[in-house]
């Protein structure tokens, strides 16, 4: 058997031996009947980026067979506050290639993700999976190459305080258990995610930690491995459901909320992104960032005051975009440099040193290049985005700084040194010569009127999604909001209780 397969932690891939991408109705079909498979669970996001859910029954073969064949009807105007009452019926259909075995009910069910059509059985054209679906065909169709991303899940867990093998506040990071008191919780998360064909790199404790009002609060992170966009949105998706059900039978409360105190570091949502061409990356050449790799990140410095539109879509991500609190504010990139917007982490590209054979002196040195696992990394972004549109905007800027003629130049302006931190008072001058991220959603919404273009171009966001994005921000009507709240904490923690679960 393939090790591909044999390895594979799905429970669909291991018992139809076929890599979830070539799973066709007859496979689901034929691994329900012969694993007595009760249930079937459709899911799919509405507006608030939420898993839902609608659960069928099975009665026969036949009857699964219609399920799978015809989807089903759904209330578009409750899943989306654009579409009339009058007109809202959507169809969902399922995705094969997303099937899972449920891990949490007693009675075998398979969990599917689908996708919204019209009444005419067209694509749903404002549905957010739709837009990444064209953003990535579009991507691929003007350059010639795939994006892939991964994300990086921080959460924090909140608690009853145990005050024991405690950790220094705000000093979290990597720690093991038992002063990280929720291993086994990330470790059996992960596992669940993997077996519903979650990619997953590691996991592990984040720098926040403190303790408040007998309660402990503690970050922890779950990354995933570069894939193919679309299902990269699909994967984290899933993640975070697996991960909010799993809390609940802990007993615990999990929060992908950006901020939830002031002082201590919030919770981003890290997208690293990659560049392919017939399979293999084409982010490094003799040791160095490729122009593609330049000209994407070119990218993302001139759409970089409008994506926090797509990324930061709520009042309290913007607690979290301030100097000192691990989250960038500047639009500049650099390497290995977490104070920057887009940091271009380490990539194996070491000249030729063989750094397993010095640790390990019994194995030979080898020539084996890793470059490949090259990416690099938007920081801006957190828990409140809805993944599909932040990732179709994200390549959406990446594809509009390839075409753009002075791409390389717009990367070598925005660059800052190793080692810049641009939140030093020292480099206040660099700081002060580059553009900032807005500090509202009004302020993003702004800047995403300004850069509209990018995101339509094409025929990825129509104008009526731009439109409806621009006035939902706006309804925040937050341009103040941080002076407003100033170190109120009543206040503050009122609206980190509102938006707890946002996302």
Request: with cysteine.
């Amino acid at each position: 058997m393939d090790e591909k397969i044999q390895l594979n932690p799905n429970l669909l891939v291991r018992f139809l031996k076929k890599p979830s991408a070539e799973f066709t109705k007859h496979d689901i079909i034929r691994y329900c009947i012969e694993n007595e498979v009760e249930f079937v669970n459709f899911h799919y996001c509405g507006w608030d980026g939420k898993l839902k859910t609608l659960n069928f029954v099975i009665h026969s073969a036949e009857h699964l067979d219609s399920i799978l064949s015809a989807g089903e009807r759904v209330d578009g105007s409750s899943l989306f506050p654009f579409i009339e009452a009058g007109k809202s019926d959507l169809y969902v259909m399922p995705k094969f290639k997303t099937a899972f075995r449920n891990p949490f009910t007693e009675i075998p069910t398979v969990d599917i993700l689908c996708s919204f059509y019209n009444r005419e059985g067209e694509p749903f054209e404002s549905s957010p999976e739709y837009i990444l679906r064209k953003a990535s065909k579009v991507f691929t169709e003007t350059t010639g190459l795939r994006m892939e991303t991964m994300g990086e899940l921080e959460y924090y867990i909140i608690a009853d305080d145990e005050q024991v093998y405690e950790v220094p506040d705000q000093r979290g990071y990597h720690e093991s258990a038992p002063f990280n008191k929720f291993t086994d919780y990330r470790v059996e998360a992960m596992r669940l995610i993997a077996q519903a064909g979650g990619l997953i790199k590691y996991g592990h404790s984040e720098v926040g930690n403190f303790t408040k009002d007998g309660k402990i609060y503690e970050q922890n992170e779950i990354e995933f491995l570069p894939t193919n966009i679309e299902d990269a949105a699909d994967q984290l998706t899933v993640a975070k459901w697996i991960m909010r059900q799993l809390a609940y039978q802990y007993g615990v409360t999990i929060t992908f909320a950006p901020k939830i105190t002031v002082g201590k570091a919030g919770s981003g949502l890290h997208v690293h992104c990659k560049f392919t061409k017939d399979g293999k990356s084409v982010m490094v050449k003799d040791g160095e960032l490729t122009d593609y790799a330049k000209k994407a990140i070119a990218g993302f410095m001139l759409a970089g005051t409008s994506l926090p539109a797509f990324g930061n879509p709520n009042p309290l991500s913007f607690m979290r975009l301030v100097p000192h609190q691990e989250a960038p504010t500047s639009l500049c990139w650099s390497f290995s440099n977490r104070s920057a917007l887009v940091r271009v982490p380490l990539g194996w590209i070491n000249n030729g040193k063989d750094m397993l054979a010095d640790c390990n002196p019994l194995e030979k040195p080898s020539n084996r290049d890793f470059s490949d696992k090259q990416t690099f990394e938007w920081r801006a972004s957190d828990g409140c985005a809805d993944l599909y549109l932040l990732m179709s905007a994200l390549c959406a800027a990446a594809r509009y700084g390839m075409e753009q003629p002075n791409a390389l130049e717009v990367a070598e302006k925005t660059y800052v040194g190793l080692g810049v931190n641009i939140h030093d008072d020292k480099n206040k001058k660099v700081a002060e010569s580059l553009e900032q991220l807005p500090d509202s959603c009004v302020r993003a919404a702004e800047e995403l009127e300004k850069d509209r273009k990018i995101y339509t171009d094409k025929g990825v966001f129509s104008d009526s999604i731009i439109d409806y994005l621009i006035s939902y921000l706006k309804a925040f009507n937050d341009s103040n909001l941080r002076a407003e709240l100033g170190d109120n904490q009543e206040k503050i923690m009122a609206l980190v209780k509102k938006n707890i679960h946002v996302g």
